[in-house]
């Protein structure tokens, strides 16, 4: 089955860290939120103290109706 993945929802280059990381691991999360958007509006408003955007370490958003969300 082949998953179609919809790259509508990119995050700024600001919030993720953009050359390749060394992976150790696969995390899976559950977010409390309304669908994919929400979170990821929720994401673009997360700062530090001093105003500067967090990194998000997520690279896909899988939102209520299964469909998948890729960061970039």
Same mark, same amino acid.
């Given at each position: 089955?082949? &998953? +179609?993945?919809?790259?509508? =929802?990119?995050?700024?280059? !600001?919030?993720?860290?953009?050359?390749?990381? &060394? +992976?150790?691991?696969?995390? =899976?999360?559950?977010?409390? !939120?309304?669908?994919?958007?929400?979170?990821?509006?929720?994401?673009?408003?997360?700062?530090?103290?001093?105003?500067?955007?967090?990194?998000?370490?997520?690279?896909?958003?899988?939102?209520?109706?299964?469909?998948?969300?890729?960061?970039?």
């Amino acid at each position: 089955m082949k &998953v +179609k993945v919809n790259r509508g =929802l990119a995050l700024p280059t !600001s919030e993720y860290f953009a050359e390749p990381q &060394v +992976k150790s691991g696969i995390a =899976l999360h559950h977010t409390v !939120s309304d669908d994919a958007h929400s979170a990821v509006r929720w994401w673009h408003a997360d700062t530090t103290a001093t105003g500067k955007p967090r990194h998000v370490a997520t690279a896909y958003v899988i939102d209520n109706d299964g469909t998948v969300f890729e960061r970039n």
